[in-house]
């Protein structure tokens, strides 16, 4: 299936020169003199390369489609990530340079959807927001109450962001997987 560049949207998965794509960001150009173009810039969902590449208004691009599964997260093992079906417990793996920034939300038992292009896995869609454990902060130190201070925190998955400094060793905290950022504090 085609898809016209009057089409062109954010996440919009396409095929460029054979390889499967995600449209990043884009721009409808229309100069003074000559014909209207469409700058995109692209990523590959193989390699995680991005390109910028202009298209001739009106030009017609090929639409990916992907098979899509829910998955459950298991385990790494090395540099490999293992995910069940959740349907036919079948189990693949995806390379942590294939994961990109996913890999930072990952717990063990997280259900996400897997993308698969010709049978094989290239990709994840995480939920907006997930669950992980603080397994390193230094502690708050009491009478610190400026607003909106914050110190690092190491999660389970090893990825470390800014905390409020209420946030202790053991907490379970809510983090946006779309910007990386603290949400809240969850109750136990």
Do not use: C, W
């Amino acid at each position: 299936m085609l898809v016209s560049t009057s089409e062109f949207r954010k996440g919009l998965k396409v095929l460029i020169d054979g390889e499967p794509s995600i449209i990043v960001d884009f721009q409808h150009v229309k100069p003074g003199k000559g014909g209207a173009f469409v700058r995109t810039r692209i990523k590959s969902l193989i390699t995680g390369n991005v390109l910028d590449v202009t298209f001739r208004s009106g030009e017609k691009v090929e639409l990916l489609e992907l098979e899509e599964k829910k998955m459950q997260y298991l385990y790494k093992e090395e540099n490999r990530y293992y995910f069940m079906d959740q349907d036919t417990y079948d189990q693949v793996f995806i390379d942590e340079e294939n994961l990109g920034d996913a890999k930072f939300y990952l717990s063990e038992g997280l259900v996400i959807t897997v993308s698969f292009y010709k049978g094989n896995p290239i990709g994840v869609e995480l939920p907006n927001f997930v669950d992980l454990k603080v397994v390193k902060t230094e502690p708050g130190i009491r009478g610190d109450t400026a607003q909106s201070a914050t110190k690092p925190a190491t999660l389970e998955t090893g990825y470390t962001l800014q905390v409020p400094l209420f946030v202790n060793e053991g907490d379970i905290v809510k983090i946006d997987t779309r910007t990386g950022e603290y949400i809240e504090r969850v109750m136990k």
